[in-house]
Every structure is written in structure tokens, then in C-alpha cells.
């Protein structure tokens, strides 16, 4: 009889990124150039995201905007690569909205969301770029500060529906007659949109509720004779992190099993991920439930446009949208870098603890490809230095480099091909979607990892940094 294998996580991997890892020295040549640990983003997976959302949209509606949430992460390329692509920008701060005009974006391209103080207020009124508002007292500052030979244009982004949990962002929707009657009294000196909404949620039936209410919305405003023409429905679009959704379901219910003190133990420090325990039973969702996630972005778009309304007699949300004119408006951020970038970082020793588990230290820590206190459940790959010899899989805990008890870079245990040795690269796959820059600190005076940017040319991989990146047309 054979032994059972190992339960594991395996990636799914854009077959760009696998390239580049299977090229013989392509990513030893990138670190010994440029450092480890490092981050690698790859602008041409972001570009076939891009299309893709436009495909779905361009069949079903006459009139969309793309705007990509720049901050999901920082990468310069992605934004080079969304300015050539002639869609527009979704900004959070100064600093986003410098980068996009300084990578060519028009003010007509920009759209600022966010919750905005009065300095960057006044710096965005009378600019050209459309203020997403967030609240009333934001829109009272911007008619306040606006002139009537420059009016502002304006989204209103709207919270509160029902079966949706309580937001920080948006307008309560018991507040929208104040914002309908400040709208209306300034006419001269603000250009109403329309309404918008962002869940912190991938769920298509909250998404559909919102959607419901802001048509319904759209109603009132004109009504108030307003004239809003487009329906912004945010961002929030999910990615695919398994390539093998069963064997996803398998590592975690070893994990549950473990939980119960059944067969191998799989977690660091009694950590439960969000589980408990009760009755000799697991309960509860983990931290890390997305990454169970089999729904791509643009089927997951599709379906929203696709769905039939029953208060608008069965017609799709696309159908209603072009019937009245609205132009459809998307956020999405971590749907166009989907497998668009990964981590690399080197191993510097392995050592056992006292309780007998395996400890593979990285020169990296746990925020550099962790975003806030969200555990990766994807495998990582291990590319070895040299020449190795098969020692069978092992089960490990990888372990950053900060002095703290906490910066365990993985809570499961993971399991490699063979145990890894000093100098071999592990590389975390899918990590451009706020895994890059969201949490990274500056700990013990560890820089903050280089951030390079590969492209294929040619059939050859060229490796530059990020910021000297620029998008050639194909």
C-alpha cells in the first residue's frame, strides 16, 4: 500500500507566471540583481484581466467605465499599463491621484473615492476629476467651494440596504432627501453623476439589493429633476486562488479534524483561524474563507448584469441600465491583478522547536505577503538553489525574520516536496491584490522589499523596477 498524500493548497497560476518560474535563472537573476525578498508584478496578466471585464461589459451594456482601484496596490506598472489601456482611475489620496496624473491620466479618467478631510477637498474642486462623496457635511464643502462657471462632477455613494451589514462609507440611505435637496439647490455648481455603492462583500444577492435601491434612487433624483447618468457599482469582484477547489476542501477539514485532536497536528500556537470549539465540534467561518472562492471576476460580472429584476418586470440589471441611459461604472481592483504578481523570498535556515515541528526561516516577515490578519492558503513554491536531492515531502511552518513571536508567515502547516536549504526561494503566488503593500512595516529596520516588474518580449522575460517600467504596445 501506497501512504496517503499529504494534504495540501495548491495555486492557481497565471501560465505567464509559471513561465517565468520554469525559465532556468530568470528569478535567481532577478534577486541577485536586485535583492530578496522581492515583490514581481506582471503588467500583461493585469492587461488580459483588463479585457476580460471589458468583454462582458461591451456585450451587454452601451455605455461602462472601468476605473482601477489603484490602491490595491502601489505597482507604477499596473497603473502605466491601465493608463495605455484608456480606461479610467479609481484614487483614495493625494499621493494615488498624483501617480495617476503623472502616468497621464486626464482629470475626465480620475474618479476619487474615499473619505476626503478639507485639504484634499479643496485640492480636488475645480480640478476636473469626479468626487465619489462620501457623506453630506463633503458634499456641503464641495457646493460651498464650487464655482459656477467649473462645476463639480459628483457620485454619491450611498449604504444602509437592507441585509447588508453596517458601513463606515456612503450616505445612509434615510439620509439621501438631504443630499437630493442640496443637489438640487445647486444645479449651477455641481454636475450630479449618480449614485454609487462599494460592498465589503463579494455576495451577488447583496450586490443585487444595492443595485435595487439605487435604481430606485435614480428614480427619486429625477423626480428632483436631476439628470444622473450613471450607476457605479463599486468594486469588491473576487479572485480565484485554488487551482484544485477539492483539495482545498480537504486541507481544511484535516485542519477541522486537527482542531478535535484527530491525526496530524496542523496549527501554530493553538491558532484556530476564526473556528470553535463546542460539543466536540468545529464552528464558525475562518479568516480565510476567500480563498475558497471557484467564481472568477468576469463570470461573477456577468452575472450581476444578467440578473433579472422582479420590480422591473424580469429585465436584466444591463437591460435597465441602457433603457435609462446609465452608463455603468466598476471599481475593480483586485479582480485586474489577479495572478498578477508574486513574492519571493529566500530561505535562511531550518531548525526544529521543542514540541518537534519544523520551522523554515524566511528574510521576509508575515505582513510582506500577509494583508492585515488574513492567513495565505495557497501553497507556496519552492525553487531550489542548486542541486538537491529528493527527500520526500515534509510538513513546515515558515517563519518570518522580525524578533517576535508573532511573525509566523504561516499558522498551517505547509507542505513541500522536500525540506527546503538554505538559499532556495520560496515563492508566494497571487500576492498583488493588497498582500504587497497594505500591511508592510518597517520593522527592526527591514527595508521594504523591492517591487519589479516582468513582461515578456520577444519570448524573452525582461525584469526591470517597477518604477522604471514602461508599457510598450504589443
Known amino acids: 500500500m501506497t501512504a496517503a498524500a499529504p494534504p495540501g493548497l495548491p495555486a492557481k497560476m497565471h501560465a505567464l507566471v509559471r513561465s517565468f518560474l520554469a525559465e532556468p535563472g530568470a528569478l535567481a537573476a532577478a534577486v ?37 482601484a489603484h490602491k ?61 462623496v462620501d457623506n453630506l457635511w463633503e458634499l456641503e464643502r464641495i457646493a460651498a467651494l464650487a464655482r459656477p462657471q467649473a462645476r463639480v462632477p459628483v457620485l454619491v455613494r450611498v449604504s444602509g440596504f437592507a441585509g447588508t451589514p453596517v458601513s463606515r462609507f456612503g450616505v445612509p440611505l434615510h439620509r439621501v432627501d438631504a443630499v437630493l435637496k442640496v443637489l438640487a439647490a445647486e444645479r449651477e455648481r455641481i454636475e450630479f453623476r449618480g449614485f454609487a455603492f462599494h460592498l465589503d462583500s463579494g455576495e451577488p444577492a447583496e450586490r443585487v439589493r444595492a443595485v435595487e435601491s439605487c435604481l430606485v434612487l435614480t428614480e427619486r433624483a429625477y ?6 447618468s450613471v450607476l457605479n457599482i463599486g468594486g469588491g ?36 483561524f476564526g473556528f470553535h470549539l463546542e460539543d466536540g465540534a468545529v464552528h464558525g467561518t475562518p479568516v480565510f474563507h476567500k480563498y475558497a472562492n471557484t467564481v472568477d471576476a468576469e463570470r461573477m460580472l456577468a452575472d450581476l448584469l444578467d440578473t433579472g429584476l422582479e420590480a422591473h418586470g424580469g429585465r436584466t440589471i444591463a437591460q435597465i441600465a441602457a433603457e435609462n441611459l446609465l452608463d455603468i461604472w466598476l471599481e475593480p481592483g483586485k479582480a485586474l491583478v489577479d495572478h498578477a504578481g508574486i513574492t519571493v523570498a529566500r530561505v535562511e535556515f531550518v531548525k526544529e522547536t521543542g514540541d518537534g515541528s519544523t520551522l523554515v526561516n524566511l528574510d521576509l516577515s508575515r ?30 511552518f515558515l ?4 524578533c517576535l513571536e508573532r511573525d509566523l508567515i504561516t499558522n498551517h502547516k505547509v507542505w513541500l516536496p522536500r525540506c527546503p536549504a538554505p538559499g ?44 522604471d517600467y514602461r508599457h510598450e504596445v504589443a
Not at 474615499?114 to 484634499?120: D, I, N, R, S
Not at 423626480?223 to 444622473?228: R, V
Not at 517563519?399 to 522580525?402: D, H, I, P, Q
Open 399 to 402: 517563519a518570518g525574520r522580525l
Open 32 to 68: 541577485a540583481e536586485y535583492g530578496s525578498p522581492a515583490h514581481l508584478v506582471f503588467p500583461q496578466v493585469f492587461a488580459e484581466n483588463l479585457e476580460r471585464l471589458r468583454t462582458q461589459l461591451a456585450g451587454r451594456v452601451s455605455g461602462y467605465r472601468i476605473c482601477y
Open 367 to 396: 505582513d510582506t505577503v500577509t494583508p492585515a490578519d488574513q492567513e495565505v492558503m495557497v501553497d507556496p513554491i519552492l525553487v531550489p538553489a542548486g542541486p538537491v536531492a529528493n527527500s520526500g515531502a515534509v510538513g513546515v
Open 72 to 132: 490595491v496596490n502601489q505597482s507604477r506598472a499596473f497603473v502605466a499599463t491601465a493608463e495605455a489601456a484608456g480606461v479610467g482611475i479609481d484614487v483614495a489620496s493625494e499621493a494615488e491621484l498624483a501617480s495617476a496624473v503623472g502616468a497621464g491620466f486626464t482629470p475626465a479618467r480620475i474618479e476619487v473615492t474615499g473619505p476626503k478631510g478639507e485639504g484634499f477637498v479643496r485640492e480636488l474642486v475645480g480640478s476636473g476629476v469626479t468626487i465619489n
Open 223 to 228: 423626480a428632483a429633476g436631476l439628470t444622473p
Open 424 to 467: 532556495d526561494f520560496l515563492v508566494f503566488p497571487n500576492t498583488a491584490a493588497y498582500h504587497m503593500d497594505l500591511s508592510a512595516a518597517r520593522a527592526s529596520m527591514h527595508a521594504v522589499p523591492p517591487k519589479l516588474a516582468v513582461a515578456q518580449r520577444s519570448g524573452a522575460f525582461r525584469v526591470c523596477r517597477d518604477i
Open 237 to 272: 469582484f473576487r479572485q480565484v486562488f485554488t487551482a484544485d477547489a477539492d483539495a482545498f476542501d480537504a486541507y481544511v477539514h484535516a485542519l477541522r479534524e486537527s482542531l478535535l485532536g484527530r491525526g496530524e497536528p496542523m496549527t501554530w500556537g493553538g491558532n484556530t
